[in-house]
C-alpha cells in the first residue's frame, strides 16, 4: 500500500467541467492505482469495509446505479476509497503471521464512528487547506 495515498486521493487534477472531482465516482481500477494495491486486496478489504454502515449504504447505491445505467462494474466514491485506505493501513499495522482479517473487522466494529463520512470531509478539508498553505500544522 503506498504511504501517501491521502495525497493522491485528495489532491487529483480538477475536472475539465469544473466539477469538484471529490464528487466524481471512479473506477476500482484508479482506486487501486490510488492505493498501490491489486484488485483482490482491494477486494477483500471492500469486504470488511462493508461493516461500516455508511459505507454499506453507498455501496447499494453505487450497484444500484450500476445496474440502472448498464455499467460493467459499480464505481467508487472518494469516501468509499478512504474508508478502504484506512481499513488496509490496520492491515499493514498488524504483523504477519497473524489472521489480519478477523483482527481488522474486530477493530473496525469497535471503531466504527472513525469511519464516518463527516470524518471524511473534515479529513478532506485538512488536506486541501495544508495543500493551498492555509494550515501550518495537520493532526
Request: one cysteine or more; aromatic letters at 10%.
Amino acid at each position: 500500500m503506498k504511504s501517501k495515498w491521502r495525497e493522491q486521493l485528495f489532491h487529483q487534477k480538477p475536472s475539465q467541467s469544473g466539477v469538484n472531482f471529490l464528487l466524481l465516482p471512479m473506477s476500482k481500477a484508479k482506486a487501486t492505482k490510488i492505493l498501490g494495491i491489486c484488485p483482490r486486496t482491494l477486494e477483500r478489504w471492500t469486504e470488511v469495509a462493508q461493516l461500516v454502515p455508511e459505507y454499506r449504504l453507498i455501496l447499494l447505491r453505487m450497484k444500484a446505479f450500476a445496474q440502472e445505467k448498464r455499467l460493467r462494474a459499480p464505481l467508487m466514491t472518494t469516501y468509499q476509497v478512504w474508508v478502504v485506505g484506512k481499513i488496509g493501513e490496520l492491515f499493514s499495522d498488524i504483523v504477519q503471521g497473524i489472521d489480519k482479517k478477523p483482527l481488522v473487522e474486530a477493530i473496525i466494529e469497535a471503531n466504527k464512528g472513525e469511519y464516518t463520512r463527516s470524518n471524511f470531509e473534515q479529513e478532506q478539508l485538512r488536506f486541501t487547506s495544508y495543500g493551498l498553505g492555509e494550515i501550518h500544522h495537520v493532526e
